[in-house]
Each structure stands twice: as structure tokens, then as C-alpha cells.
């Protein structure tokens, strides 16, 4: 965070500068401190007017500084509020090598959905959580519109070997879309593409967690 004047000291010197190089500019053939036709009460005037704007212009610019700090504390109160909220979901394809603390009975996540069947592949997936809300619900948006949608709880610092099942006939080369829902109804979202195996299992690729979902 800046201080002031590693933020304005530039603006502060160029408008303080500025009047006196115009001063010395407009009665350079009579030296610097004018004579002639103006005398001492009113270039005394004029400084008293440039100082009291001076004066203003710096009050401005503290205003302005301290508004923008302001701001960014709230900016910053809020990303921590809004990190209560949310979801922090990491997703990785099942590696028994990896994984020999869970179960290797899968939890099958079902589709609440209900807006395809023809499932043929199944995905085994680990589901880490790492975000301060409760996580308790995911939906798959696939490439062909199909939606696979299912509740599942998982608090902070859980993790949890779930097995999804996902429709035949994907284009594989396109991105299927994730929402994870809070128990504060707060959504964040990622993405990851989907890869065939064998004729019955397919893994993620690509996995990508984004935060709140985009407005």
C-alpha cells in the first residue's frame, strides 16, 4: 500500500512548480521579484491566493488518498467475507497409489438432474475441500447441454472418493462447466474435459477451479 506522497508527491511538486516558473517566465526582464508596474501588496495578494489554493489542492488530493484506502479495505473485507461463503474445490482423477487412506468403495453421487440417461461412462474422482462454507452440492454442465446434478457434503479440509456417471455420445474436445454450491447458496465454478479409458471409465483432464461465479 502507498503512503501519500510516494503517490502524489509528483502532482504536489509539478502544481507548486508550476506558478513560479510562470512568474519568472512573465517578469523575467525585471528579475525575478517584479517591479515596475506591480508592487509588493499585490504580488503579496497573489501569494496569498496561490497558498491558499495550494492548500486546498493538498487537502484534495489527501481526500482522494484516503478514500482510495478506503476502498480497498472494503475491497479487501469483502473478499474475506465472500471467502466464508464460498467453495474451494479441488478435483483429481482416483490414483490408488495416492489415495490409500480412502475407502476404495467409491460413494456413487446420483444424478438429481434427471434430464439424460444413456450413462456409460463412470468418472472416480477425488473431491478436496478447501474453502470455509460448507460444500453441498455439485453440477456438471457436459458439452452436449446434458446436466448432471447431485448433493453431496463435505466440509473444510474433507476429501472424499465419489463416482460419477456420465452420459454417452460426449465431444470430448470441449469443456464441461462445474458449479459447487455452498450451504450459504453462494456459487463458485470451474471447468475440466473428460477422456475415455476403456468402454466404461473416463477420467478429467484439464481442471480448472475459477471461484465465484461470474455475474
Known sequence: MKTFFEEYKWWLIIVFVTPLVVSYAWFTCDGFIPIGDINKSY????????????????LGLVTIWQNKQFSEQNKQLLDIENSRQCCNVVLRNKNTNKDRDLSETPTTLSNDGGNYVDNKYAMRLVIAHHGDAM??????????NKIFSSHIVLAKGETK????KI??????????KILFI???????YGDFKVR??????????YYHFYGLQRK
Do not use: H, Q
Open 43 to 58: 504580488w503579496l495578494t497573489f501569494w496569498g491566493g496561490f497558498l491558499a489554493f495550494y492548500g486546498t489542492f493538498f
Open 167 to 176: 452420459p454417452n455420445g460426449l465431444d470430448y474436445k470441449e469443456k464441461a
Open 196 to 205: 475415455p479409458i476403456d468402454m466404461n471409465r473416463a477420467k478429467i483432464e
Open 135 to 144: 460444500l453441498t452440492k455439485i453440477k456438471i454442465t457436459f458439452p452436449d
Open 182 to 188: 455452498s450451504c450459504n447458496n453462494a456459487v463458485t
Open 161 to 164: 472418493y465419489v463416482e460419477i
